[in-house]
């Protein structure tokens, strides 16, 4: 399918987990078909929901009703994916105790297919990371940290391409310059490459050797900067081809993803939901016969 201009109705909703309402945004018609991205970001070890007590997230969040959402959407459109934008570690003393390895137990329990890193993975140590990839069973995409001879080398794609329906969805990861926020003592040999010609790369493959017909980002640049700093909105108007960034870093609640014009002028989606799990970011592609691809979102407070 070719790149075209998406078809946006967005929208915010909340929903307990208990007694959540249908959350089936159009009716596909039987010569369409629906792909559903759900994703997370800087989740931060973030297993239990926020006490009744928290000035900010009474009752929100936590793995257990996250689960129950993700299981009840995919009930609904078994043709789903589950990403998460990285800062995956740190943040409970759940990391502290076990280092990550129950974050990626979860995250493998609840059946995410892929990840990128973010700058608080390395907290224990490119090692560290290293020693709990044997828990993940999902993807962990990077295309800008060159791992060669360190404990990570091999144990990260630069993209993945799932196929759901037919639809062939091409992803890939992209994380912030380590500089300044990990010491060398945590990142080892650790090689930053330039995420804006990195994101292009892949969009090129993925596009064009892969035959993709949705090219997805991870991002853990961040949303927005006011100093000269590549974020994700940067992100996506410098390049093409890609159709959805989804971020993390700065912990952004955007209630509905915002629209970029990328360096062709064609629709970019950006979206990022928040941190610790409160929310999970839905957004829906209707792909039908005539070439039109129609959008729907929701970001849902778990």
């Known amino acids: 399918m070719e790149r075209r201009k998406f ?12 007694g959540m309402p249908s959350l089936d945004l159009f009716g596909a ?9 759900l994703h997370t970001n800087d989740v ?12 900010s997230f009474p009752n929100q969040g936590g793995v257990a009703r996250r689960l129950t959402l993700i299981e009840a959407i995919r009930k609904e459109n078994p043709n789903t994916l589950l990403l998460d934008a990285g800062d995956i570690f740190q943040g409970t ?3 502290n105790f076990y280092g990550g390895e129950l974050e990626f137990k ?11 890193i973010g700058n608080h993975d390395f907290d224990n140590g490119v090692g560290g990371l290293a020693a709990q990839m044997p828990n993940a069973t999902f993807k962990m995409l990077s295309a800008n940290y060159d791992f060669t001879n360190t404990a990570m080398e091999g144990l990260t794609k630069p993209y993945e391409v799932f196929i759901k329906d037919g639809i062939r969805i091409g992803v890939f990861g992209v994380g912030i310059q380590l500089e300044g926020l990990v010491t060398k ?20 493959i993925l596009r064009e050797e892969e035959a993709c017909d949705l090219v997805i980002c991870l991002s853990h640049l961040g949303y927005e900067y006011r100093y000269d700093k590549i974020s994700d909105l940067k992100l996506a108007e410098k390049t093409s081809g890609i159709d959805l960034i989804i971020g993390g870093h700065t912990h952004t609640f955007l209630d509905k993803p915002v629209v970029v014009s ?41």
């Open 7 to 18: 078809i946006k109705q967005t929208g915010i909703a909340t929903a307990a987990v208990a």
């Open 29 to 37: 018609s039987a010569k369409s078909k629906k792909i559903t991205i």
């Open 44 to 55: 931060h070890s973030h297993i239990d929901p926020f006490s009744p007590e928290d000035a």
């Open 93 to 95: 003393p759940y990391f």
């Open 106 to 116: 979860l995250m493998s329990l609840l059946k995410y297919d892929a990840a990128t």
């Open 185 to 204: 003592a945590l990142s080892k040999e650790t090689q930053y490459l330039d995420p804006v010609e990195a994101a292009q790369d892949m969009s090129r």
């Open 262 to 302: 990328n360096a062709k002028d064609e629709d970019v989606l950006v979206n990022q939901v928040g941190w610790a799990g409160i929310n999970l970011g839905r957004i829906d592609f209707e792909f039908d016969t005539s070439g039109t691809v129609k959008t729907t979102s929701k970001t849902i407070t778990v």
